[in-house]
């Protein structure tokens, strides 16, 4: 068996990625996509398509339900692949490595691409649960209507890619969006450290943490209207080597400034900021002055 998702999308032939596209296509209408609308969608030979199904069920890239009513579903190792194949061909990677990171939010992969620098890849994952909360406190997953895991995936990577974008061209710390396709984007790799992690830095290191986070929270906020809504020490990676930087990741829950609860996710935003920097290093700055700082109402920042 593979070991990895790589070796997994280095075994799959052009027909077993046709049979692939073809569930996919009819995804968002079945829970089970029929195996008839299958069949007629991947345009192969019954012997074809048997092996291909074959493949595709036992590397766990599709599940099946067979009965009166037999079809095939997509897993998100199957939506993997499509994605990789996608970037593989568009020439944005030319290799998938290690799984670096598992999140609530998606697994990470660091990757290599065509000029031998690394990448990262994100898998973005909406599962049932967290669909569910999404779409309970997540404005956006309602709008678009958003009605399976698959299309809720999609619409989150899509949503992650164009907020980096916006915040990388305003001059905000964080990495360089490279790709989009499906769930999963492609980031520059930062090298960098989570902050959780770091036990030691001087203190004007971490006040160059806060400047860093902060400012980047500015622009998001001033320039491009959204709120972060999820920060913490978990998705601030640190620059160490060299002239200390701090680069805010995992965007993907963001809320515009003008939403019902921006306010509130601001400041929980910030608040958590200042608490850990101040008990793990501190650093001590005032959280009403942080708040008009990242919302332009103050000029300086607050320390």
Excluded: C
């Amino acid at each position: 068996m593979p070991r990895n998702l790589w070796e997994v999308y280095n075994l799959l032939s052009d027909e077993e990625f046709r049979v692939l596209r073809a569930i996919e296509r009819f995804q968002a209408k079945y829970e089970y996509v029929p195996a008839e609308l299958v069949e007629k969608a991947a345009g192969l030979p019954p012997s074809k398509l048997a092996k291909a199904i074959y493949t595709l069920s036992n590397l766990k890239l599709i599940r099946r339900r067979l009965g009166n009513l037999s079809g095939y579903t997509l897993t998100y190792m199957g939506l993997d692949v499509l994605a990789l194949r996608n970037f593989v061909a568009r020439g944005v990677i030319k290799e998938l490595g290690d799984k670096i990171g598992v999140g609530k939010e998606g697994d990470v992969y660091i990757a290599l691409a065509p000029g031998d620098y690394r990448v990262v890849v994100k898998f973005h994952r909406a599962g049932r649960e967290s669909f569910r909360k999404i779409r309970k406190h997540r404005s956006y997953a309602l709008d678009l209507r958003a009605t399976t895991w698959l299309a809720l995936a999609k619409l989150v990577g899509e949503r992650e890619f164009k907020a980096l974008v916006a915040l990388e061209r305003e001059g905000a710390k964080v990495p360089e969006p490279i790709a989009w396709n499906r769930h999963a984007v492609v980031q520059r790799y930062v090298e960098g450290v989570e902050l959780h992690m770091i036990r030691e830095l001087r203190y004007e290191e971490a006040v160059k943490v806060l400047l860093d986070s902060l400012e980047t929270l500015r622009i998001a906020y001033t320039r491009v209207g959204i709120v972060h809504g999820d920060l913490s020490e978990y998705n601030i990676l640190v620059k160490v080597e060299g002239e200390v930087e701090a680069f805010i990741i995992d965007w993907p829950q963001y809320v515009y400034k003008d939403e019902p609860n921006a306010e509130e996710l601001l400041r929980r935003d910030v608040s958590y900021l200042l608490r850990f920097l101040k008990r793990r290093f501190g650093v001590e700055a005032d959280l009403e002055e942080a708040i008009k700082y990242v919302k332009g109402d103050r000029d300086e920042p607050p320390i």
